[in-house]
């Protein structure tokens, strides 16, 4: 049962992620119907907009009511707002919607903490990897689809976004459980080293992790956002050629938060392999930067490293923040965390576009390559309460069917 609702949540994370992330895919066509690079910045934003007001509220209504109902609930929303985007004219009527949909789809970012009930702590990494993966998943399907769809204008890959929200409610509806609440002796992790009602907020640990994660983000949607104008405008690539090699390398990176989930679970931490990612993330945007200026073709292989490298951290820092919160705040938690990056993600793609259109791709990735190396200092590797990998593995998996953590 639990590895059915894991896939069913992976599914309907894929969905939202197609939805906010992949509008990237339509910039040449939203140019193409005349808007600017500036107006398709907003555009691309308007999703994580909604997503941002709304993330906090769904994690509260996922710790009353459960992942269920508010999956269906935000998925359904989310898909009916999308078919009526084909009755709106104007760039400001689509960004409204947009922005609506996003705040109904936000329910799926909120409702991680299904992983902390369902699995046991040597596992529950890779099993948010596994969740998380439909990020970069969503995006392989954004960038292996909407272009095409878009041939013909923007209402065909609009509709076939919003049917993955329909079809992803109908599947919460259907599959999801909550798992009831059960006690545990074994593999005790950080949720039931304190009382459920105790706020996990005293302490700058999470702060910091909120933080981190939210820089984290830039160099994500920079390239998420830009790799595809930087391929067509920059290196002379076609929309859909550059959009199905962009398709493969969200593939590996979804492929990568499995591998750091694994890589967490065995050595016990969630913040010291997030670190490390982020110091290479900022090294291999500042070598982005340089290859750009030189006008390298180095750069492509770089861009493609750094779509598979900045994704993979992640589930790291949900597992992280759902384990260090405990059940009776990890929805909340988890709203904060999707919120403060979602903030950031809105930002980025306007401010990145203006940064471009004002000093070109390579100054532009150089400044986002100090976002990472911030973000580096600011984990709070020091203060983190691990599992060693052998304690980890004395855990009968069988105790696992249900959650091992106390509510």
């Known amino acids: 049962m639990r590895w059915l609702i894991l896939v069913v949540g992976?599914?309907?994370?894929?969905?939202?992620?197609?939805?906010?992330?992949?509008l990237a895919y339509l910039i040449p066509a939203f140019r193409d119907e005349g808007l600017s690079l500036e107006q398709t910045g907003v555009l691309v934003a308007s999703p994580t907009v909604g997503v941002m007001l709304t993330l906090i509220a769904w994690g509260a209504a996922a710790d009353r009511w459960g992942e269920r109902v508010v999956l269906t609930t935000g998925l359904g929303l989310a898909g009916l707002v999308l078919i009526a985007t084909r009755w709106v004219h104007g760039t400001v009527g689509l960004a409204v919607c947009l922005a609506l949909s996003g705040?109904?789809?936000?329910?799926?970012?909120?409702?991680?903490?299904?992983?902390?009930?369902?699995?046991?702590?040597?596992?529950?990494?890779l099993a948010m990897g596994i969740r998380q993966s439909a990020g970069p998943?969503?995006?392989?399907?954004?960038?292996?689809?909407?272009?095409a769809l878009a041939v013909g204008g923007t209402d065909r890959p609009l509709l076939f976004l919003a049917g993955l929200f329909l079809a992803a409610a109908t599947a919460s509806c259907v599959f999801?459980?909550?798992?009831?609440?059960?006690?545990?002796?074994?593999?005790?992790?950080?949720?039931?080293?304190?009382?459920?009602?105790?706020?996990?907020?005293?302490?700058?640990?999470?702060?910091?992790?909120?933080a981190a994660s939210a820089l984290l983000v830039i160099p994500q949607s920079t390239i998420t956002t830009f790799a595809l104008v930087f391929l067509t405008d920059a290196r002379g690539w076609t929309a859909l050629d550059a959009g199905h090699l962009l398709a493969g390398a969200q593939v590996c990176g979804a492929l990568s938060r499995l591998g750091v989930g694994y890589w967490s679970d065995r050595t016990g931490s969630r913040l010291k392999p997030m670190r490390i990612i982020a110091v290479s993330t900022g090294v291999g945007m500042l070598v982005l930067a340089a290859a750009a200026a030189a006008g390298s073709s180095l750069a492509v292989p770089v861009?493609?490293?750094?779509?598979?490298?900045?994704?993979?951290?992640n589930g790291l820092s949900f597992t992280a923040v759902a384990e260090h919160a405990g059940p009776a705040w990890a929805g909340r938690a988890l709203g904060i965390q999707t919120t403060g990056q979602n903030v950031l993600t809105a930002a980025t793609p306007p401010a990145i576009a203006l940064a471009i259109g004002?000093?070109?791709?390579?100054p532009s990735f150089a400044v986002v390559a100090a976002f990472p190396l911030i973000a580096a200092f600011l984990v709070p590797a020091a203060t983190e309460r691990t599992a060693t990998a052998g304690q980890a593995a004395q855990q009968n998996p069988a105790t696992t069917a249900a959650p091992g953590i106390r509510s």
């Open 10 to 22: 992976t599914l309907a994370m894929t969905a939202g992620s197609t939805s906010q992330y992949g």
């Open 103 to 125: 705040a109904a789809g936000a329910s799926v970012l909120a409702s991680g903490r299904m992983i902390l009930r369902w699995f046991a702590r040597h596992e529950r990494a």
């Open 137 to 147: 998943m969503g995006l392989a399907l954004a960038a292996a689809t909407l272009p």
């Open 176 to 210: 999801v459980r909550d798992p009831a609440p059960q006690p545990s002796t074994t593999d005790p992790g950080p949720a039931e080293q304190e009382p459920p009602s105790t706020s996990p907020y005293r302490t700058p640990h999470l702060w910091r992790v909120h």
């Open 303 to 313: 861009l493609l490293f750094l779509g598979v490298l900045a994704v993979s951290s």
């Open 358 to 362: 004002a000093a070109s791709f390579a």
